[in-house]
């Protein structure tokens, strides 16, 4: 069965710092998408970033410059990078997973089948 569990999240001060990370467990075949994703109080879940088994990395526009998603296939570990955090960042994030990929962006949460818990980030003003 697998398993999503994110961790990392926090408090924060804008333009601070935070990574969060999340574990995958219980397949054998390498996910093709792992994304994470956010949502926010009284807003929609909206994508983040987003990374294909061969590298391939996409972001909003929210994101890019700020934020660097990587994952570690050896210890099965995605990884999302915030810098100049914003209070607009605020949200919970959550980290999904497929084994199935069309050959887009993967920032489509339709395309993701296995999601984690959430971990809460917060940033202050």
């Known amino acids: 069965q697998v398993q999503v569990a994110e961790s990392g999240g926090g408090s924060v001060q804008a333009g601070g710092t935070l990574r969060l990370s999340c574990g995958v467990s219980?397949?054998?075949?390498?996910?093709?998408?792992m994304g994470w994703f956010r949502q926010a109080p009284g807003k929609e879940r909206e994508a983040v970033a987003s990374?294909?088994?061969?590298?391939?990395?996409n972001y909003v526009v929210s994101a890019k410059g700020r934020f660097t998603i990587s994952r570690d296939n050896t210890n099965n570990t995605l990884y999302l990078q915030m810098n100049s955090l914003k209070p607009e960042d605020t949200a919970m994030y959550y980290c999904?997973?497929?084994?199935?990929?069309?050959?887009?962006?993967?920032?489509?949460?339709?395309?993701?089948?296995?999601w984690g818990q959430g971990t809460q980030v917060a940033v202050s003003s």
């Open positions: 990374i294909n088994n061969i590298g391939g990395t």
């Open positions: 999904a997973a497929s084994w199935y990929w069309s050959g887009g962006p993967c920032l489509s949460s339709d395309e993701y089948h296995y």
């Open positions: 219980g397949y054998t075949y390498t996910p093709r998408c």
